[in-house]
């Protein structure tokens, strides 16, 4: 766990705001884009999060890569599509290192 580049990760509105909404996908995205896939599964396609975000495709991919690159998620290939998920094992770990060293 890198922490400096999980910090800088979380140090961009859009980038937490991307961790809120996959954290509880089901509330704030319409079903998975393929058929047979799941958020529990899978995750959230990078397609939808374009939309919510209301922001540049290349913007959406940037972030998504700094999350994917700190640990924060994780991400499946399906196809055309890729999905992407929180590590939540990641978080955990954040979640204590914070309570045990800051």
Not at 18 to 29: C, G, H, T
Not at 58 to 86: C, F, I, N, P
Not at 92 to 102: D, G, H, Q, V
Request: charged fraction near 25%; proline fraction near 2%.
């Amino acid at each position: 766990m890198d922490i400096i580049e999980i910090f800088k990760a979380l140090s961009n509105e859009k980038r937490l705001q991307i961790l809120k909404w996959l954290k509880e996908p089901e509330n704030y995205f319409t079903l998975p884009i393929s058929e047979g896939v799941s958020f529990e599964k899978e995750g959230v396609c990078v397609s939808q999060l374009h939309q919510k975000l209301n922001v540049t495709q290349s913007t959406v991919s940037q972030y998504l890569t700094m999350l994917h690159r700190a640990g924060l998620l994780e991400a499946t290939r399906k196809g055309k599509w890729t999905y992407y998920k929180r590590n939540e094992e990641v978080i955990k770990e954040i979640s204590n290192y914070i309570a045990k060293e800051i």
